[in-house]
């Protein structure tokens, strides 16, 4: 039924959670796995621009530039390192896996990947802010629910042994 599978990561403690609930229905499929994880470039920050005033200029700006570029290139080789974890784990469960960090807004990414990539499911984790958290953070889960090409499946991190009995029930 789902033969590629897209697992949208973020780096909170619910990713672990999320990758073992996506290789246990990609192995109970035999599933091709995608794992992502994106990186914002607008929302990176090396230093603030406190005190600069009118003092800014082209080699401040320039040097600047340049901190955001290494401070970003740090942040895709760290997430690289850490999905290529998960992705190790996936393969010595017999499971064919691949993945890829992406600078970019998530929202977006989310759905053009799974379209591009042509998945069938997409597996995503919910934080569970609630009320203001959630109007003031946003909801990457509700984006990805209403925007993506294919059927979603959202784990909530503290319903894990609910969602694991949904693949057993699914084996059946």
Same mark, same amino acid.
């Given at each position: ?68 570029? $290494? ?17 190790? $784990? ?83």
């Amino acid at each position: 039924m789902f033969k590629k599978i897209l697992v949208a990561l973020d780096r909170s403690s619910e990713a672990s959670t999320v990758v073992d609930f996506a290789l246990s229905i990609a192995e109970a499929e035999m599933s091709q796995v995608l794992l992502v994880h994106f990186i914002d470039w607008q929302m990176q920050e090396v230093a603030p621009w406190v005190g600069m005033g009118t003092l800014y200029d082209i080699n401040v700006s320039g040097d600047r530039r340049e901190l955001n570029r $290494q401070h970003l290139q740090r942040k895709v080789e760290d997430s690289q390192s850490w999905l290529e974890t998960y992705a190790q $784990q996936a393969i010595s469960q017999g499971i064919d896996c691949e993945f890829d960090c992406r600078i970019g807004n998530c929202n977006l990414g989310i759905g053009d990947l799974a379209k591009k990539w042509d998945a069938d499911l997409i597996v995503i984790g919910r934080r569970g802010h609630k009320n203001i958290s959630e109007i003031l953070l946003g909801s990457v889960s509700n984006y990805v629910i209403h925007h993506a090409p294919c059927s979603v499946f959202v784990v909530q991190g503290t319903k894990v042994a609910e969602a694991e009995e949904w693949v057993n029930v699914t084996e059946v």
